[in-house]
Every structure is written in structure tokens, then in C-alpha cells.
């Protein structure tokens, strides 16, 4: 025979014996090592796949923040505005009494266009009189007694309030009804 002995008991060369158990360790190793470093691509890919939406989401929020923004930016000025609009409202009605009508119809006409303006960026005026009273766009001043109005509707409107798209600028100032003492 050749230089290698024949093991009885296997039918294995002896010399290729510790060849192929070595082989199987390195196998097993590799198979280790394969699968770890799959795993490691699996958390990879999950941490990138978790990472793209959560930047998708960022862009949305962002998107719908700076529309929020824009559309409200103007909500400043128009509540600065809704104070000088007041005193132009209490300036008219006291022309009227002091008879200059010319003057009060000039005053209406400045009235009237700023309202427009306000209305061009989405600022309205809350419509209260006669409505069920909401304390999210009214503020109670008083209470009026009232037999022709239902318990909690508003009878009296002392200061006019605004809102900008949903938002409210400033609640309306009202009286609401109560029912009579009997």
C-alpha cells in the first residue's frame, strides 16, 4: 500500500481523519459566523426600513407645520387689528347719533374693507346672537333673565368675537340667558 495506513474500524485513512474533523469545526464556524452576520443585515436593514419612515414622517410633519404656519401667521396682526376695528365701530355709532351721517357712511365704507381684508386671510367674525352659548367661542359676561330666549342662549352680544380658519382669534363677549325668578 501506499504511505497511509487504513483504519480498520472506519474504513477512514488515518491520515485524513483530523483532516475532516478540522473541516467540520471551520464549517460550523463559518455557518456561526454566516449567521450573525445575517442577522446583523437583517438589523440593518430593519434600523434603515425604521429610519426612511420616520424621515417620511418628519417631511409630513414638517409640511403640515409650515402650512399651519403660513395660514396662521397672519393671526397676530389680525388680533392687534380687531381692537382698532372696535374703536372705528364705537366711532361710527357715536357720528350717527351726532348727526354726520356723511361721516359715519365713510367710516362704514373703512369698515367694510378692512372686514374684506380680514376675510381674504380667513379671519370671520363668530356669529353669536340668538346661538346656544360655547364657552369655546364665547365668554359669559353676564347672565340676562330671559322668557323668550331657551335657558343658555345668547341674548346679547357686548364684544364681537373672530376666528381664523378653526382657530379662535377672540371669543365673543356675550350675555346669555337665564330663566326668570319667579
Known amino acids: 500500500m501506499s504511505g497511509t495506513t487504513q483504519n480498520s474500524e472506519n474504513g477512514q485513512d488515518e491520515a485524513t481523519a483530523p483532516a475532516d474533523s478540522t473541516q467540520t469545526t471551520e464549517t460550523a464556524s463559518m455557518r456561526e459566523e454566516l449567521a450573525q452576520v445575517q442577522r446583523q443585515r437583517d438589523e440593518y436593514l430593519d434600523q434603515l426600513q425604521r429610519n426612511r419612515a420616520e424621515f417620511a414622517n418628519y417631511q409630513k410633519r414638517s409640511k403640515t407645520q409650515a402650512e399651519s404656519d403660513r395660514i396662521y401667521a397672519v393671526g397676530s396682526l389680525a388680533k392687534d387689528l380687531l381692537d382698532a376695528l372696535d374703536n372705528l365701530d364705537r366711532a361710527t355709532d357715536a357720528l350717527r347719533t351726532s348727526a354726520a351721517p356723511g ?70 363677549r356675550v350675555s346669555v340667558s337665564v330663566k326668570p325668578a319667579s
Open 103 to 172: 361721516i359715519a357712511e365713510g367710516l362704514d365704507m373703512v369698515q367694510r374693507q378692512l372686514r374684506e381684508v380680514l376675510a381674504k386671510h380667513g379671519v370671520e367674525p363668530i356669529v353669536a346672537l340668538g346661538e346656544p352659548f360655547d364657552p369655546s367661542f364665547h365668554e359669559a359676561i353676564l347672565q340676562q333673565p330671559s322668557a323668550e330666549h331657551p335657558e343658555g342662549t345668547v341674548v346679547a352680544e357686548m364684544s364681537k368675537g373672530y376666528r381664523i380658519r378653526d382657530r379662535v382669534l377672540r371669543p365673543s
